[in-house]
Nanobody, 128 residues
Framework: QVQFVESGGGLVQAGGTLQLSCAAS????????VGWFRQAAGKEREGVAW????????FYEDAVKGRFTISKDNAKNTAYLRMTQLRPEDTAVYYC?????????????????????WGQGTQVTVSS
């Protein structure tokens, strides 16, 4: 049974740092691209970052590029999201999920989405 358990969220002041963890079970994390998504109150869930299955290629949305770092520890079957220079607009529930990446005929990434299973999320609140 595929499961994700997110943790590490909390209340932090603007400019602060948090590290989120995503403990995966029921499958081998190394074999899948995994990503972080977030959903702010009253808004749709959006992608934040993802990391590829084997070569560690990463992708970040412009809103978090340079501030957030996604990583994973295959031995622990756990993915991480280190968030620095946090802003009030980063306030949201953060989720992790397996990712399906769409590429064009040239192999360039043109989109991605969370696939099947989702965890319960972890709340991140950034005060100004």
């Amino acid at each position: 049974q595929v499961q994700f358990v997110e943790s590490g969220g909390g209340l932090v002041q603007a400019g602060g740092t948090l590290q989120l963890s995503c403990a995966a079970s029921g499958f081998t994390l190394e074999n899948y691209a995994v990503g972080w998504f977030r959903q702010a109150a009253g808004k749709e869930r959006e992608g934040v970052a993802w990391i590829s299955s084997h070569d560690g290629t990463t992708f970040y949305e412009d809103a978090v590029k340079g501030r957030f770092t996604i990583s994973k520890d295959n031995a622990k079957n756990t993915a991480y999201l280190r968030m620095t220079q946090l802003r009030p607009e980063d306030t949201a529930v953060y989720y992790c999920a397996r990712v399906i990446v769409t590429r064009n005929d040239f192999g360039e990434v043109v989109g991605y989405r969370g696939s099947d299973y989702w965890g319960q999320g972890t709340q991140v609140t950034v005060s100004s």
